[in-house]
């Protein structure tokens, strides 16, 4: 079971490994590239457990009034710097200290995945919630549920815990939230050191080796 605190303190303790152990030209990069591309004027733009900023956050920076939110003190600080054009606020993605309709674009890259499974729905909702009618969210999730920990992630000698609802689920939450599903996207691992050795687990469904994370574009149909 993912405890919120932990999860938290241990980001605080491995900022800086994460942060250079971190791809800047990663296949999620590519995946960001492609999702701004795609929008139309997207102004308002929200990153959900945006970490050290880079480089998800200091890209979105460059062309839109973006939005750095994460629940580690040191984590935001790096973005602080790293992203010094973008807001920076230290908040829960469980109870988003936003409006509703506050953006245009929400995007989340593998944050989610250190939410207890029974929240990921109301975090999901609650993209619903701060997105406007039409907005669209970029949603980073593991292909294949998981749940488990890794006592020296990183080699960092810190433990980290994930909860990962799986491509399956996690698309019946969205449609349920009221997200159009747009596209799918299979992405290999991002970190060579994340391989499976040293995890402590249940898989509950076979493993996609090729594309351990599905990113989801989806576009909020209710008003
Ligand atoms: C794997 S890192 C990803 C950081 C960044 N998005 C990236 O792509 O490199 C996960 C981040 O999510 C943050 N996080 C995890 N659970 C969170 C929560 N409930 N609320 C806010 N931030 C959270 C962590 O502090 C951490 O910075």
Sequence with gaps: MVERDAVRRSY?????????KRSDDGPGTRVLKRFLGSLEDPERVLDA??????PVLSRLAE??????LDFSREQLGLATANAPEAGHVQGDMTALPFER?????????????????????????????VLRPG??????????????ENPDWLESGVEMAWEIAGAEATRDQLQEAGFAVLEEWGVPEEFADDEEEGKDGDDS????????????VARLERD
């Design 12 to 20: 605080d303790e491995l900022a800086p490994v994460y942060a250079a």
């Design 49 to 54: 457990g945006c970490g050290q900023g880079t």
């Design 63 to 68: 062309t839109t009034t973006a939005v750095g």
């Design 101 to 129: 309709s506050a953006f245009d674009a929400v995007v989340a890259y593998w944050s989610l995945i250190h939410v207890p499974l029974d929240e990921h729905r109301a975090v999901i909702d609650d993209f619903a919630r």
């Design 135 to 148: 907005g669209r969210l970029l949603l980073c999730e593991g292909t294949n549920a998981w749940t488990g």
């Design 205 to 216: 469904e076979n493993g996609d080796e090729d594309h351990p994370w599905t990113f989801f």
